[in-house]
Every structure is written in structure tokens, then in C-alpha cells.
């Protein structure tokens, strides 16, 4: 019984947690073609879009604290809410679209907070408050955004039963979307529940013969039929049913329960020749699943009716063999559920790509106990517990690659602490100071000196190099006694010399001083300038030792803090393990129930069969 | 044995349907493992904010952003940037990373740190061109660094009337 892990058990798998992943984990397709203002936002927005919440939610926080998204606050903040609603921090996703309605005008954001709140309530599971507030998100969202909340909206209203409104809700839409398509499939399945088969026939027939181009679509298409199948098949309508098992894909992931389904549906007719045929191809398959395991009894049941009561015995007793085998099997995965060893080497196998959120397995380790998991895997408790495991390794991975930064940048802050004490050294105490000071005497003697030309009314201090040239020779002429020997008519001219160029220099004094003043408040400026240039660079060198121990102690602060939090991913992740082991131990324990009853209707019917055998041949009293 | 199969049917609607519903309510560690990705978040923040302060400060700062509008012509393999002659970043995008940039993310690709001055930048983009042709092309920008952070973007577009792929360098101020 020890069977080698099939390719086709890995797809099957595979495809189970895909179709949960999608219906409600299903990421929102978000605003595309936006301008751009603050190139930080479109880093956010990359990050998003590659799904990695945790890089694209720190790199959010970072740009706010660097304040280099200015023009993109409200969607920002919209987005960080939308982030942590996708990271599963929904309480700070609630925040966060609450606060927005207390504070934003915006219509637009508005609406969209009130979306996004409707659907964090609905995840929580509030579905009244869920659905208030995405009635009031109203009708001019996106129209991405129209169809999940219509979705959501129905299946609110299936999970509170109210399946009129939900039908109305569904009528009312284009099947051609998605989220229409979900919606529809959940309310046919829940008409289902409700015993309301005509309903719930429309809806799942329209799914069913849908036209697909997506792996999705068709995933929901073979469980539409499957759903409709085994709906017909309760109604014993062997022919309906048969229509829509026909349709599921015979290598698809629901091909063993149509197989199954489709021998039933042959058997209600009373073809129990024709039901063997999809049993027997069941049989064949060998795999662990509830529909392997319900062949083994069906085709035995088979030949019973076909009074071929020798055949039957002998599958009876084979069905019998395979349930003790299984059963024994099961007790085996179930210790090492228990115990944790089943987890942890489920675990190991995982994938290396941590920063996706939604994720599948890729391969399942080829152990015995292992190919009991598939079923296991696809719950909705163990995905839960399995995206908290990865999200704790991500931490975990995370936190040591800080913890190994930290030491790095510990080194360099003690490097640029030598490097600053040895430039101290070398570098004389006024270095760039000197010459701003000299700078500044300068002025101050310059700017006493027209002070004193100004008070003084000093016109030839401001006349020209060759005014103050003829001034000086003319009073060098007055003062030397050359005079004495000059006649008249020369000392006339002298004279009329002079008066003309002190008039000159007069006339231009008021020009001249207003230039000198326009030039000393340039150099004032320049001077300015430079001091403060000499000021900043003696703030910078002085404030370098200050900023080095500030990050010291600011990195000093954070070291421990992600030992604390490391130790913490350590005990939850162990919590984690142990709880998942419950998971797996719990629907191992149910497989085996189920295998028990199996292998006593087995029993019961064999032993009906001899009784019936002996009875006919008169040998039982 | 009737009565077992319709049991058996109504066990499989069962599992059809409950692996779509959602379902509401958190187990406690699902809180704790909450609670401790916050915090981690916290952290996270706080050590980015840290470590670019410590090796990008704001003064010296340049970060150069790639940016992708529709891809028609130009399927996307790397980006080879020089930064003043000297290579700073050859990458290597995956299928995730060139989809986020076309669907309007814009990627973070080198941040460091430039003294003020005249700087040159050259980018050499590699990929498919139309018709699925290998294709190489380079853009430059020369910049001045002056004091404060510097953004420089590079942006693949389709210029629809040759059907051939654009590169563009520009500055942010």
C-alpha cells in the first residue's frame, strides 16, 4: 500500500488551495494608469503589486517619516489601509478607514474608505456593519470595485440567509465578471443547502456551461457541475445529473468526485453495468481520496445488484484490505501529527519564497503519512495556520538579516568615529575660519571709513584716481611755495582749476556715495554668506560626533528589540506547528472514521452475502 | 446502502461549498501572530528610517527610479547602470517584478550618494523588441548634483508611430 506521490496528486493538491485561495482571498485589482506625482508612491505601488505587503506596508511608513509623498496623502492612507487589510492586520486597517471618514472630504476617498471598511468588517465577520458601510461606499466606485462589492454584498446576504436579496443582486449582473461569476456559484450552492434545487439550478447551470479562458474559471466551471451533479443525484434525477458531471473535466482536480457521482448517477437509473465503468476507472486512479476510498465499496455494491454475488464478495474484501491498510497508515500520520514531525517535514518542503502571500505548495515530501495531508491541506483552518507559519518566517528572516546589519553598521559608526577623531587632529582648529574673520574686518573698516566720508561730506575721498591726483598736485603747488614766483593769470587758472574740480567732485558725491554704499552692502552679503557657509561647516564638523553617538543609540535601542521579537517568531512559530499538527491530527482522525464506517458497511455487506448465500443453499437454520 | 450515497452527496456539497465561504472569527494565535507583524513593522520602519540616514543622508543623497507606460514593443530583461563611468547596478527583473512595473509601479533600483557637481548617468536597458528581437539600448543624462536628495527617472515607453520601445532619463526636482 505504500504508493509513490503521484503528479496528479501534487495537481490536485495544488488546485484545491487554489480555488479557496481565490474565492475570497482574492486580490483586488487596483487603480491602474495613475499619474505618478511623488516617485516613492510608485515604489509603494510596485511593492503592492508584486504582493509583497510586508516590504510595500514598511515602505509606506518610511516615505510618510521622510515626508516625500506630499501629493498622494489621501490615496496613501487609503492604500496603507488597503495593505494592512491584505497583510490580515485588520484592526489597523479599520483604523485606518474609520479615521479617513472622520477626516476626508474627498468624495472619491470617501467612497472608497467605506468599500474598504465593508470589506475589513466582512473579513472580521460583522456582516450587518459590513454591509452599511458597503452600501454606503455607493455607486460611483471603480468599476473593479463595484463588482467585488457587489460580490460581497450577496454573499453577505447568503450568509445571513437572506437568499431573495442575494438573488436580486445577482440577477441584476453581467456574467461576463468574475466576481459575478463567484457570486452566482455561491448563491446556487446555498439555494442548494436550502432544499431550493429549481433556483439554484439556473445560477449553477450558467456557471457550468460558462465559456472560460482562465485555469480559475474553469477550477469554478467543474465545481458548478460538480455541486449541480450531486444536487440532481440527492433529487434521484440520475439523467440531469449525468449532464452536468459530464461536463467537469476528466483531468481536472473534481475528476475523481465526478467519476464517483457519475456511477451513482448511472446506479439510480438502475445501469449498475454502466456504473462500474467510472468506478473502475476510480479504482484504478489509486488515490487517497474520500471518492477513491467510496469506490472500493460502491463497485462491490455494483455487482451485488448485478446478483454477481462472488465478485462483489471478493471486492468487498479487497475494499476491506485497503481500509485496514489505510486505517493503519492513518494511526501512524496521526502520532506523527501529534507529535509534530508530520508538520515540520511538510514544512521543510516549503517553498523558499516567503513574500507572497497567497502561496500553494509546491510538492508535498513523499513520505507514507504525507499523501494523507491533500486533504488536510486545502481546509480553510490549516491554510489559515500555514500563511501564519510563513508569515512568521518572514519575520524571522527579516529580523536576522537586521540583526546582521546592525553589527555591520556598529562597525562603520566606530570607523567614522576614528576617522573624525584622527581628521581632528590633523585639521588646525581654524581651519576656514581664519579668512571669513579677516573678511569681516575688512568690511567693518571699509564701512567706517565711508561712514566718516559720508558725516564729513568728504567729496575728494570719493573723486576719481585722477581727481584726487589733480587735487593733490594742486595742493602739493598751494603748499610747496611754487606760487610765489607765478604771476597772476597762473594762480587765476589755478584757482579756476580747482574750483572746477571741486564742483565736479561735488556734483558727483551723492552718485559716488550711493555706489560705495551699494558695494559695501554687496560685501556685507558676501561676508554674510561666507560666515554662515564657515558657520554651517563648524556645525556640521561639530555635530558629527553628536550624530554618531545618536545612531549608535538609536541602533543600540533597536538591537535588542529584534532579539525580543526573534525569540517571540521562535515560540509562536512553535505554537503555530503544535496547532497545525492539532489540524492535521483532528482530519487524519476523521479520515480514519470515516475509513472504520467504510470497512464495516464492508463487512455488514459481506457478511449479508453469506448469509444470503448460505440461506439459498439451506445450510443456515 | 441508498440511504448511504445521498448521505455521501449531501458530504460532498458540503465540502464544495465550505472551502468558498469565508469565515469570520480569529483563533488566538492568529492575534498574536497579528500583534507581533505589527511590531515588526514598527521595527522595520524604524531601521530603514536608521539605516538611510546613516549611509544616504540627505544632502548627498541620489536614488534612481525605473518606471514602465505599456510595454507594447519592449519586454523588459535588465537594466545596466554607470553612474560617472563606474558600474552601480546590473538587474535582473523576474516575471512579477516587469508585470508591477506595468501595471504603474515604479522600482527603486540604486541609491547613493553623489558629492554636488556635474554627474553622468547612463542606462543600458536589455530585452525583447518587437517581433521578439533581442534588443539593447542606452539612455544618458547628464545632471547636476546640488545639496539635497536627487531623483532620477527612467522610463521605457512605446512610441506608437515608429512601433519601436522608448528610454528616457529625467530628473525630479
Redesign the interface.
Known sequence: MNRPVTIRQVLLAGA?VL??AL??AKKPR?T???V?QD?????V???????DY?NA???L??EE??ERIPDHAAEAELLLGGLYLS??????ATDIFERLLATEESDVVRHRAWFFLGKVL??????KDADKALQRAGDALPEHLLAERGSLRA?IDI?TGKLGAAKGLVDEWQLADDWAA?AA??LG??L??ENRLPEAVSYLEQIGQMEVTSEELRGLRD?AN??LG??W??EENGEQAKIALERIRLSGPFSN?ALL?YG?AE?ASGNYREALVPWMELRERQEIS?AFQ?SL??IP?AYRKLNANQQAAAGYDDAIAVYDAEIAQLDGAIAAARSGALIRSLLNADVTDFSRWNWQLGQLPDTAESRYLYEVI???EFQ??LR?YR??MM?AG??DG?HE??DI?DH??AARRLSYARSAETFPDDYYGADVAAYRDDYIATEARLRSIEQQRDVIALGTDTEQRSWETIARLEQGGVLDAADDSAIAKLALFKGVLLWDMDRDYKYRLWQQQNKLAELESVVADLEQSQQRFSAEVAAVPVRLDE?AD??AE?DP??GE?SN??VS?TE??IK?LGEIAANELQQQKERLKQYRA?ARF?QASILDQSASADGVVQ | MHNKWIAMVAVMLTCCSSVVFAEGGEPSIDKQVQDLKQQVLNLNRELFVLEEELLFPANTQVMIFVSMDVGKYFALDSVQLELDGKDVSNYLYTKRETEALLRGGVQRLYTGNLKTGEHELIAIFTGKGPNGRDYRRGATLQFEKTIGAKFVELTISDHAGSQQPEFDVREWD
Open positions: 484545491l480555488v479557496t474565492s475570497w487596483e491602474e494608469g495613475l505618478i516617485l516613492p508612491y510608485g515604489q505601488l510596485y511593492e503592492y503589486y508584486k504582493e510586508f506596508l514598511t515602505r511608513l518610511v517619516h521622510f497583510y490580515g492586520l485588520h484592526e489597523q466582512f473579513q472580521r465577520g460583522y456582516l454573499q450568509e463567484y456559484y455561491n450552492v446555498a442548494i443547502r465545481r460538480l455541486a450531486f444536487a443525484l440527492r468526485a457521482g451513482w446506479a474520500p467510496e465499496l460502491a455494491y486545502a481546509t480553510h489559515t495556520g501564519n508569515d512568521l519575520l527579516h529580523l537586521w546589519k546592525l553598521y562603520m559608526i545612531f538609536r541602533a533597536l528589540q529584534i521579537l517571540r517568531v509562536i505554537l503555530q496547532a458497511q455487506a
